[in-house]
């Protein structure tokens, strides 16, 4: 009963540095999403996946790269971290298509310092 | 531009005293309209999808209804258990599948 899986669930980095968050589904999704979170900003889409081979820019992608590595896994790279990029990240998937229930991991919380 | 406004902010109800949270959207062709639960330090949790103006859908103490303008999402009684953040997305009329979110009600219900 996975569902989505999110890695690592917190993080601490320094002004600069690069990391990558890994993401997998187990509901033979088609989509996959990653969305950030901030206090009064609401939930933002960063980059999505429409389905295998395919990747998309969202509301806020800058600072960001996406990689769809096989239908399960769609990972996020910050190459180099800003103090701006400080937030909670969501990664999602759904079925193919519109009005398909988009579902949620649990979270990566991370931190640029 | 798509949008999606949730109000109140915040929101606190004594056990059993029922309440509305309401969403109002303006979307492009709206594909669907969709109610989360959140708890602190979770990812939010699918509670309803409402696809046409006058739809509705319940579970358990929650109720959601949809016009062409807006949603509420009833609470009848509420229980302790209820507290969390509510939030609402909508869907538009691309194929992308992706959601366009509100900033959530925040839910207190105090025994």
């Known amino acids: 009963n996975a569902g989505v899986t999110q890695t690592p669930k917190f993080q601490v980095l320094k002004t600069g540095q690069s990391m990558t968050l890994q993401c997998a589904q187990d509901?033979?999704?088609?989509?996959m999403y990653w969305y950030r979170q901030d206090p009064g900003m609401g939930l933002r889409l960063i980059y999505y996946s429409a389905s295998e081979g395919t990747t998309d820019k969202g509301e806020v992608p800058n600072g960001y790269n996406v990689s769809r590595l096989n239908k399960r896994e769609f990972s996020l790279r910050l190459e180099s971290a800003a103090p701006s990029q400080t937030s909670v990240y969501f990664c999602?998937?759904?079925?193919?298509?519109?009005?398909?229930?988009?579902?949620f991991g649990e979270g990566s919380w991370l931190t640029v310092v | 531009e798509d949008q999606v406004t949730q109000s109140p902010e915040a929101l606190r109800l004594q056990e059993g005293e029922s309440s509305s949270l309401n969403c109002s959207y303006t979307?492009?062709?709206?594909?669907?309209l969709f109610w989360y639960r959140q708890d602190p330090g979770k990812g939010p949790e699918f509670l309803f999808t409402?696809?046409?103006a006058g739809e509705e859908k319940e579970k358990e103490r929650l109720k959601a209804t949809l016009t062409k303008k807006e949603s509420f999402l009833h609470i009848t009684a509420p229980k302790p258990e209820d507290s969390a953040t509510y939030l609402c997305a909508v869907q538009d009329g691309s194929n992308t599948g992706k959601l366009i979110f509100g900033q959530g009600t925040t839910l207190q219900v105090k025994p």
């Open positions: 409402l696809y046409s």
């Open positions: 509901m033979n999704h088609n989509s």
């Open positions: 999602a998937s759904s079925e193919y298509g519109v009005a398909n229930t988009i579902y």
């Open positions: 979307v492009s062709g709206l594909r669907g």
